[in-house]
């Protein structure tokens, strides 16, 4: 069953992805002799190895209880392992039943982890609004309390649990913290969140830097361990060498490619506007269902680019020391005749198909006249409309979010 469902994901005729439910709630699925697949929003894999139940992942608070539950519904062996593939919330927060019911666990994770939890206790507050922002999750609340592990690594680390061999092999990609997991008994390549069955999240507008280059080396040195199955931190399995060696290279060839042509265009001294505007994802690869930017986007990967190889500066020297936006956009709209006619300039880009210049002027019209409802009723409508046309989770995220703002104070 579940080799077949992996088949129509891979051709296309379903979808599981990050952004994709998939098969979220159908408990543990057998992978084979002692290797179970659990499906979340941040997937766990399972392994029953003489007598020992072993996570690689371990899901979300939010799923905790229900991992359990699915879990002893497969087995009743006692946890006694845990890995970490990176320090993500979606991924660390599981093992509190089984530890409340029995023996802690070992808990191995790369060094880094324990500096992401303590950045996240730094930036609590800054993370709750932000993932409010991108999941439209209003009562969402950052953890200040993580599971720590037991035993951190730096760059290469060998555990053997029962019968298995768990080699593990830092990473740097979507985190500077990555754990690429390989079990030789089952040629099993467990690669957490650096293949998401989307296109990389290496841009996120709002989180901590991502890594390209570095992605694009793990997804190469993945692709030569000739795994047989792989399964990722979202999305589903993949069955098959060649199959697997294909998502990754292709992958890989897919943001090397935005690389090289941001490289080429900063090495030349374009500026940010200028890149973000010209890099395009390469085309021959549009139509494979691992490849689609449904969370992440390509523009925003040049923009993380920039981030890391030049700075905060974008080249344009108004930006350098700003006036405040609200003192501009006051200035612009005297100039224009008021707020209410930049919000009428707005709508008028947007009934032509220009929803970035209408973006750009339904919030100088907010920012020049904050207080004004019809202003805020343009504002709404405006980004209710960008919200509607994106593919990917993260720009439709920011856009509904801006027109909710609106729609409260219209």
């Known amino acids: 069953m579940i080799i077949e469902y992996a088949d129509r994901v891979w051709r296309g005729e379903s979808d599981d992805s990050v952004v994709d439910a998939g098969m979220q709630g159908k408990g543990v699925q ?10 979340g929003f941040g997937n766990v894999t399972a392994f029953e ?28 062996a006692p946890l006694t392992t845990a890995f970490y593939s990176h320090g993500h919330i979606d991924h660390v927060f599981g093992t509190g039943p089984f530890e409340e019911s029995g023996p802690p666990a070992t808990i191995y994770a790369h060094q880094a982890v324990v500096e992401r939890f303590e950045r996240y206790v730094l930036t609590n507050g800054y993370n709750s609004v932000i993932n409010q922002r991108q999941f439209q999750a209003a009562g969402l609340r950052w953890p200040t309390d993580y599971r720590r592990p037991d035993v951190t690594y730096t760059d290469a680390l060998t555990v053997r649990r029962g019968g298995l061999t768990f080699d593990l092999v830092h990473a740097k990609g979507e985190t500077d913290d990555g754990t690429i997991g390989y079990v030789r008994e089952h040629r099993l390549l467990l690669p957490g969140d650096l293949f998401i069955w989307v296109t990389p999240n290496c841009g996120n507008p709002q989180k901590a830097q991502r890594y390209p280059r570095e992605w694009v080396h793990a997804l190469h040195r993945m692709a030569a361990m000739n795994a047989e199955i792989m399964l990722p931190g979202h999305g589903a399995p993949i069955f098959g060498r060649d199959r697997i060696r294909q998502a990754l290279l292709e992958t890989a060839e897919w943001l090397e490619s935005l690389i090289t042509q941001t490289l080429e265009l900063l090495n030349a001294g374009a500026r940010l506007d200028e890149i973000v505007h010209s890099v395009k994802a390469p085309e021959r690869l549009a139509d494979r269902p691992y490849l689609r930017a449904r969370y992440d986007e390509p523009e925003f990967v040049v923009r993380n680019l920039w981030r890391l190889y030049g700075g905060w500066y974008d080249g344009n020297p108004a930006q350098l ?16 005749g008021g707020a209410r006619a930049l919000a009428d300039a707005a709508l008028k880009a947007l009934s032509e198909g220009d929803e970035r210049l209408a973006g750009h002027l339904a919030e100088m019209a907010a920012l020049a006249a904050p207080d004004d409802t019809g202003v805020h009723r343009v504002r709404a409508e405006v980004f209710s409309a960008r919200a509607a046309g994106e593919l990917s989770l993260m720009a439709k995220g920011i856009f509904a979010w801006a027109a909710t703002e609106s729609r409260q104070r219209s």
Do not use: M, N, Q, Y
């Open 30 to 39: 057998s992978i084979t002799e002692g290797l179970g697949w659990w499906p």
């Open 49 to 76: 190895t003489e007598g020992e139940l072993v996570l690689f992942d371990t899901g979300g608070s939010f799923s905790a209880a229900k991992l359990h539950e699915d879990v002893r519904a497969w087995t009743r």
């Open 321 to 336: 020391k700003p006036a405040p936006e609200a003192v501009l956009a006051k200035s612009v709209a005297e100039l224009a």
